[in-house]
């Protein structure tokens, strides 16, 4: 099957610009995750969407970043405006979600590394 | 507040040794526990997971309660182990995972 895309895969922009990251889940995942990964630290999660509702985003900037998941397939991640502690990595993840009282696995894709200057 | 520790940055190990990378955690429920592993230029991905209670790649992985611990074991390590390692924690009910900084291990021929 294919896997989890993203794009693009690399972004570099000045502070205070805008920048979107799009993400397209493995077919007939519900549960969609957003991480943000800054160098030298484990994945943090920013958003969690199953199908197209948020179950958390607790972690989110919300003054700056915000996320959706419209039809409940494709997401996009959007940062308005950056910063330059937004630099990092943004992983986009999908997962049959909590089936059966167990938790299902994350596929994640590759990543799109961002760059503020 | 649920945390994942991962004491090591960096584990350097001969071909052929045994190589355990440590993982604690801190959450009062009942822990879901996994680890995920990114090799060079590939995707992070699914190693193992506690409730499977099953042996990857030659790696075991035992959740210990007591201890608060999920360290994941190998007795012979290859060069391929060489990657990086995460520790995650998934709290039930809430459905959230944290993952650990990582530990990066370096297989040596």
């Known amino acids: 099957e294919a896997g989890v895309a993203q794009s693009p895969r690399y972004k570099i922009i000045e502070k205070r610009q805008s920048v979107a990251f799009w993400c397209n889940p493995i077919?007939?995942?519900?549960?969609l995750y957003w991480y943000q990964q800054i160098l030298g630290q484990g994945p943090k999660l920013l958003i969690q969407f199953q199908n197209n509702g948020v179950v958390d985003d607790s972690q989110l900037p919300k003054d700056r970043f915000s996320a959706e998941r419209l039809k409940g397939v494709d997401s996009t991640l959007k940062i308005q405006p950056a910063k330059l502690e937004d630099s990092a990595v943004y992983l986009c993840?999908?997962?049959?979600?909590?089936?059966?009282?167990?938790?299902?696995?994350?596929?994640f894709g590759p990543g799109t590394r961002l760059t503020v200057l | 507040a649920q945390r994942v520790t991962q004491p090591e940055k960096l584990l350097s190990v001969f071909k052929g040794a045994p190589v355990e990378l440590k993982c604690n955690y801190s959450?009062?429920?009942?822990?879901?526990l996994f680890w995920y592993v990114q090799y060079s230029r590939q995707r992070l991905q699914l190693l193992l997971r506690h409730i499977s209670r099953e042996s990857i790649k030659g790696f075991t992985a035992d959740l210990n309660k007591g201890e608060t611990s999920f360290h994941l074991k190998k007795p012979f390590a290859q060069e391929e182990d060489s990657a990086m390692y995460y520790c995650a924690l998934s709290v039930r009910n809430f459905n959230k995972f944290y993952f650990g900084s990582g530990t990066k291990l370096n297989v040596k021929p």
């Open positions: 959450y009062s429920g009942s822990p879901e």
């Open positions: 077919s007939g995942h519900a549960t």
């Open positions: 993840a999908s997962s049959l979600g909590f089936v059966g009282g167990r938790y299902n696995e994350q596929f």
